[in-house]
């Protein structure tokens, strides 16, 4: 059982470049979530989604877009990619347990 | 809004000591609260939640409404406790927003 796969595991962008941060899951879990770790700062979420095609803001939102066409994959998208989005992105599921499954993380920088 | 506050980014304890981290919450509800674990080079992963009250790896927490306090226990603390610590709250009632706190990373002295 993969639980919850996020790829890739390391990116370097340049100033203004855009990505898509992938995860997929499969434990058909309704509920997903992206979040950012900066150091010290713990974790803050970005967006969330309860379903197939509904996604919903989180604490830190601005620069970030997000889609959920299936119940497996939650992609998050970076445009304009700027230095302060330096951090270590973060995806998570959970089912009706309550309980969250993590990916292991994507270190992103941004120079 | 929901806020958790882990307010020790920090600590320290001896080996064989007693640990106690700690966590309040701020929320109008009856919210479902955890606390995840972090090692080094893993990724996190659920040690407690409130409702299903057991001790997993010795630790134990005790959620107190009347504080919205959910501090994190151990009596004796190992080695391999080392790692980063959250609390996490899950407010319920149709609402799936789950909120972090910033974290302690607990160093556990040989």
């Known amino acids: 059982n993969a639980g919850v796969t996020q790829t890739p595991k390391f990116r370097i962008l340049k100033i203004g470049q855009s990505m898509t941060l992938q995860c997929t899951q499969d434990?058909?879990?309704?509920?997903m979530y992206w979040y950012r770790q900066d150091p010290g700062m713990g974790l803050k979420l970005i967006y969330y989604?309860?379903?197939?095609?509904?996604?919903d803001k989180g604490e830190v939102p601005n620069g970030y877009n997000v889609s959920r066409s299936t119940t497996e994959d939650f992609p998050l998208r970076l445009e304009l990619a700027a230095p302060s989005q330096t951090s270590v992105y973060f995806c998570?599921?959970?089912?009706?347990?309550?309980?969250?499954?993590f990916g292991q993380g994507t270190r992103l920088t941004v120079v | 809004a929901q806020r958790v506050t882990q307010p020790e980014k920090l600590l320290s304890v001896f080996k064989g000591a007693p640990v106690e981290l700690k966590c309040n919450y701020s929320?109008?509800?009856?919210?479902?609260l955890f606390w995840y674990v972090q090692y080094s080079r893993q990724r996190l992963q659920l040690l407690l939640r409130?409702?299903s009250r057991e001790s997993i790896k010795g630790f134990t927490a005790d959620l107190n409404k009347g504080e919205t306090s959910f501090h994190l226990k151990k009596p004796f603390a190992q080695e391999e406790d080392s790692a980063m610590y959250y609390c996490?709250?899950?407010?319920?009632?149709?609402?799936?927003?789950?909120?972090f706190g910033k974290g302690t990373k607990l160093s556990v002295i040989p």
């Open positions: 998570a599921s959970i089912g009706s347990g309550g309980e969250a499954f």
């Open positions: 434990m058909n879990h309704n509920y």
């Open positions: 989604s309860v379903g197939a095609g509904i996604t």
């Open positions: 929320y109008s509800g009856s919210p479902e």
């Open positions: 409130h409702i």
């Open positions: 996490a709250l899950l407010p319920g009632a149709g609402s799936y927003q789950l909120t």
